[in-house]
């Protein structure tokens, strides 16, 4: 079946870094991208979305850029913070169709930020 | 306001014994989601209500898990005669219709 995953397991920076963490998706039906950021014992937290329609999203300290033609998703941390350490989940949603609402996540990327 | 909220927070229970996970959405969400996130794991699609219907059940693992919802608002999640491998954390997540899911903190169910 058709997936999301991820480069990278494990990413260690330094506070102040900028940190890069990547993902590739494999359902060309899919149209929605969201990022998601889980510390333990919590929920995932939302962080950044982008829809196949946009290359570039910017949010306070985070982008997402998207590559269709490469089916990549790459979330950009600017100044990374020790706040930041926490599991990364890429996650996508195919619009429409049956699989409505249906996310499907990545494995994750564990980021780690050394003071 | 108010965030996805859920209890409980930690369930230990018996081998064959039944347990119900209960998830109370943003005010609002006309859409409820619930995944399981095993140690270690991404997370993985169990079901998904529109209002109080289910129209994909698909991901439910087998037929010991059911999940209810009523009113448009609050849902639970019923495992039947539990088993050690259905151990994991249990997220609930809601949306206003397409837009993003929020998520609850979980419920961790430990099965003896």
């Known amino acids: 079946g058709e997936s999301v995953g991820l480069h990278l397991p494990t990413l260690s920076v330094q506070e102040g870094d900028n940190s890069i963490i990547n993902c590739a998706y494999s359902n060309s039906a899919s149209d929605y991208f969201i990022w998601y950021k889980q510390e333990s014992g919590k929920g995932p937290q939302f962080i950044i979305d982008i829809r196949s329609n946009m290359d570039k999203r910017q949010g306070q300290r985070v982008t997402v850029l998207l590559n269709k033609t490469v089916k990549h998703l790459s979330l950009q941390i600017a100044a990374t913070q020790p706040g930041d350490s926490a599991v990364y989940f890429c996650?996508?949603?195919?619009?429409?169709?049956?699989?409505?609402?249906?996310?499907?996540f990545g494995q994750g990327t564990i980021l780690t930020v050394h003071p | 306001g108010a965030g996805v909220s859920q209890s409980p927070s930690n369930k230990v229970t018996e081998k064959g014994k039944d347990v119900e996970l209960r998830c109370d959405p943003i005010?609002?969400?006309?859409?409820l989601y619930w995944y399981r996130q095993s140690l270690g794991q991404g997370l993985e699609f169990l079901i998904y209500f529109q209002g109080n219907s289910a129209p994909d059940k698909s991901g439910l693992p087998s037929d010991r898990f059911s999940a209810e919802r009523t009113g448009g608002s609050v849902s639970t999640l019923t495992i039947q005669r539990t088993q050690q491998e259905d151990s994991a954390v249990y997220l609930c997540?809601?949306?206003?219709?397409?837009?993003?899911?929020?998520f609850g903190p979980g419920t961790r169910l430990t099965v003896l």
């Open positions: 997540a809601s949306s206003q219709g397409t837009d993003t899911q929020y």
């Open positions: 005010s609002g969400h006309t859409a």
């Open positions: 996650a996508e949603n195919p619009i429409g169709g049956t699989s409505y609402g249906k996310l499907t």
